[in-house]
C-alpha cells in the first residue's frame, strides 16, 4: 500500500517562481505563485540572467508564506520536490540549490521532478480528477506533444511538433500582430474581436494520417497576412488586425481538436486531459470539450491557475513519487534537455 506523503514543491524552470504543498490525503494545503511576465515583457521575451535573478529574490519569501497558510513547520514536510528539467539551466540551478539547502537541513528526501510530468499530472489537482489511462495533449511552452498515460512514469509518445509548438507560434504571432508578451493572451483578447472565416489560414499537418503536428508554416501564413493589412489605428485596420488573430486561434485549435481525438479513438481511450499553458485558451476549451462531449470522450482541463507553470503540480509529482516510494532524482543535478521517455515507470 502506498504510503502518505506531504511535500513541498519548487518550481523555477522558466519565468515563474512557484512553491506549493501538496498532502497525497489531504491535497493541495498551500500555493504561491510569482510571475516575471512584467520583467521580460520589456525585452518581448524571457531574458535567462534576468529570470535567474529573480527567482533568487523570490524563492525563500514564497516558500516561508506556503508554509505559513498551510500552518505547519517546515520540519513537519515529508520531502522536498523541485524542477530538475527541462528548462532554463540557470533558472533551474536556483530551484535545485534551494531545494537541496532545505533538504540537507531538514535530512529529508530531495525528488527531482520532470516538468512535463507535472504538467501531465495537473489535472489530477481538481475536484473531478481523471483516471488512468487518458490520452493527454501537452501544450506548453516549447513543446506540443500527444501522449498515451498509462500510470505514474508510463508515458508513449503518439506525435508532436516537427518545428514550432504551438506556444511558440502564438507568441510569434503575437510579435507580428504588434501585441505584448505573453503572447498566448495577447493573441486570444484580440481574437475575441474577430470574425470567423473573414479571414484563412492553412491546417498544417491536418490530414497527415498521423499525430504529429507543425505550425511554422502557420506563421508563415500570418507573415504574409500581416504584409498585406491597412496600416494606421483606424477601426477597419483594428478589426483587420482582430480577424486575423482570429484566423490564426481557429487554425491552431483546429490542428489541436482534430489530432488529440484522432490519437484518443486510435487509443481506444475513453478520457483526454488537455494541459500546459496554451490549455487555458478558451476558444480551444470551447471546441474540443464540444467535440468531445459529441463523440463520448472525457476531457480534462487544469484549473486556470495550474495550466501555467506552478509549483502545485511539481509538489504533486513529487508526492505520488515518494508515496510510490520511486524517485528519479540524482543530488541536485538539473537537466535543461530531459525526454519525458527516459523516466522511469512507477508499477
Not at 539551466?89 to 530551484?95: M, N, P
Not at 468531445?292 to 486556470?304: N, S
Request: charged share 20%; glycine share 10%.
Amino acid at each position: 500500500m502506498a504510503a502518505t506523503a506531504c511535500v513541498l514543491g519548487i518550481e523555477t524552470s522558466c519565468d515563474e517562481t512557484g512553491i506549493a504543498i501538496y498532502h497525497t490525503e489531504h491535497g493541495l494545503l498551500a500555493h504561491a505563485l510569482h510571475t516575471q511576465a512584467a520583467m521580460h515583457a520589456e525585452y518581448g521575451g524571457v531574458v535567462p540572467e534576468l529570470a535567474s535573478r529573480d527567482h533568487i529574490r523570490r524563492v525563500v519569501p514564497l516558500a516561508r508564506q506556503v508554509l505559513a497558510e498551510a500552518g505547519m513547520a517546515a520540519s513537519e514536510l515529508d520531502a522536498i520536490a523541485y524542477t530538475q528539467g527541462p528548462g532554463l539551466a540557470g533558472a533551474l540551478l536556483v530551484g535545485a540549490s534551494f531545494a537541496q539547502g532545505l533538504a540537507i537541513s531538514l535530512n529529508k528526501p530531495l525528488i527531482g521532478v520532470h516538468h512535463l510530468e507535472g504538467h501531465l499530472l495537473s489535472p489530477l489537482l481538481c475536484e473531478r480528477p481523471p483516471a488512468f489511462p487518458f490520452v493527454a495533449l501537452l501544450v506548453s511552452g516549447g513543446h506540443s506533444q500527444l501522449m498515451r498515460v498509462a500510470g505514474l512514469g508510463r508515458y508513449e509518445l503518439l506525435g508532436e511538433s516537427l518545428d514550432d509548438a504551438a506556444g511558440e507560434a502564438f507568441d510569434k504571432t503575437a510579435k507580428l500582430l504588434g501585441l505584448g508578451y505573453p503572447g498566448g493572451p495577447a493573441v486570444a483578447a484580440l481574437a475575441a474581436e474577430g470574425r470567423p472565416d473573414v479571414v484563412r489560414l492553412p491546417r498544417p499537418m491536418l490530414d497527415s494520417g498521423d499525430f504529429d503536428m507543425s505550425f511554422s508554416g502557420l506563421k508563415t501564413a500570418v507573415v504574409t497576412a500581416v504584409a498585406k493589412l491597412p496600416e494606421g489605428d483606424a477601426a477597419d485596420a483594428r478589426q483587420a488586425r482582430a480577424d486575423l488573430a482570429r484566423a490564426f486561434e481557429d487554425a491552431v485549435a483546429d490542428v489541436l481538436v482534430a489530432k488529440s481525438l484522432a490519437a484518443v479513438a486510435h487509443c481506444g481511450a475513453q478520457r483526454l486531459v488537455v494541459a500546459g499553458g496554451v490549455g487555458a485558451n478558451r476558444r480551444l476549451r470551447a471546441r474540443l470539450g464540444a467535440e468531445a462531449e459529441r463523440r463520448g470522450v472525457e476531457v480534462y482541463f487544469p484549473e486556470l491557475q495550474f495550466c501555467t507553470d506552478n509549483g502545485a503540480m511539481i509538489a504533486l509529482a513529487g508526492a505520488l513519487r515518494v508515496s510510490a516510494a520511486r524517485s528519479d532524482a540524482s543530488g541536485m543535478a538539473v537537466r535543461p534537455r530531459w525526454p519525458l521517455s527516459e523516466l522511469a515507470p512507477v508499477a
